[in-house]
């Protein structure tokens, strides 16, 4: 009976199972799998490479390619995504937070630049807590309050709270902009209204989602996609509840799609908030809407 593969032999194995499915940046992709099968650093596997696998590792590997193969998100596989330097635990109930989210915290320092600031910040739509959470890291004496419809969600935004240590600073609860009094009921609960809001509402357009690459349209949670016909529905109210969950003087830093930014400011603009000019992700992209409760 032959021996067991090599490492080498798996991470090529891997690699060609990986561009059969039609997936990019297959050595990496590859690497990162036999590295968590293995339980072996990605330098460890280099230095290893000729040795012999234990077979354990080679049929952990095999589950995790099968999943992989089916196009699911890599970040899902590793239950971990790396978001503002820090590490977040994902599932697939969450949306896997995006590098171009990371123009919300930096908006957010930019218009408050006092880090010792009490603020108080309201996370609409928290998913796994990227946004919430990094802030109150930025912040420390800040505190925050997140909402979700998704109580999956929220129950990985806790796991997230705890990990990085602001738990105490973080309340997150369920709740959904969908139904009638649901910004009364959150100022009644929490105290409203806020110093911020920041939100990264679902913005795709509903018709739109299907042809999303299916890491995305298969795996990622409708829920944090899909944002009615013209990918607009969550701003509408969002922006018609704004005056009254922000403070004068307060923010609203809201996330949109590419093209987004002109109609999601007119629709804070009517409701009586002050828009200020987008600011563009790493890609160039108008990613962040900024609008100032007067
Ligand atoms: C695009 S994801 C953003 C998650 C996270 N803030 C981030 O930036 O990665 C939108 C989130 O809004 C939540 N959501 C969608 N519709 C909602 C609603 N009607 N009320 C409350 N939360 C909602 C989803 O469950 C999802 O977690």
């Known amino acids: 009976m032959a021996g067991n593969a090599s490492y080498d032999a798996l991470l090529r194995d891997t690699a060609v199972a990986l561009t059969a499915a039609g997936i990019d940046n297959v050595r990496f992709e590859a690497r990162l799998l036999l590295s968590r099968a293995a339980g072996l650093t990605i330098e460890q596997l280099i230095s290893r490479g000729p040795d012999s696998a234990p077979g354990a590792a080679a049929t952990t590997l095999r589950e995790l390619t099968a999943r992989r193969v089916r196009r699911e998100p890599m970040a899902y596989i590793l239950g971990e995504r790396e978001f503002w330097g820090l590490p977040f635990k994902v599932s697939p109930a969450v949306l896997i937070p995006r590098p171009d989210s990371e123009t919300v915290i930096e908006t957010v320092l930019y218009l408050l630049p006092d880090r010792s600031g009490k603020l108080r910040i309201l996370d609409l739509g928290i998913g796994s807590g990227c946004l919430l959470l990094s802030l109150l890291r930025e912040y420390p004496q800040a505190g925050g309050v997140g909402i979700d419809a998704s109580d999956a969600a929220l129950a990985v935004a806790k796991a997230n709270a705890d990990a990085l240590g602001v738990e105490p600073r973080a309340r997150l609860a369920s709740g959904d902009w969908r139904q009638a009094g649901w910004a009364d009921r959150l100022i009644d609960r929490f105290g409203g209204p806020f110093d911020l809001l920041v939100s990264n509402p679902p913005y795709i357009a509903s018709a739109t989602v299907e042809g999303l690459m299916p890491e995305v349209a298969v795996h990622e949670p409708r829920l944090a996609l899909d944002g009615g016909s013209d990918g607009l529905a969550a701003y509408r109210i969002i922006a018609a509840a704004s005056s009254k969950l922000v403070?004068?003087?307060?923010?609203?830093?809201?996330?949109?799609?590419?093209?987004?930014?002109?109609?999601i400011a007119s629709l804070f603009s009517a409701a009586g908030l002050a828009p200020q000019p987008a600011r563009k992700d790493l890609g160039g992209i108008e990613r962040v809407v900024p609008a100032q409760h007067l």
């Open 247 to 263: 403070v004068p003087g307060g923010w609203v830093v809201v996330e949109g799609g590419e093209g987004q930014a002109p109609e």
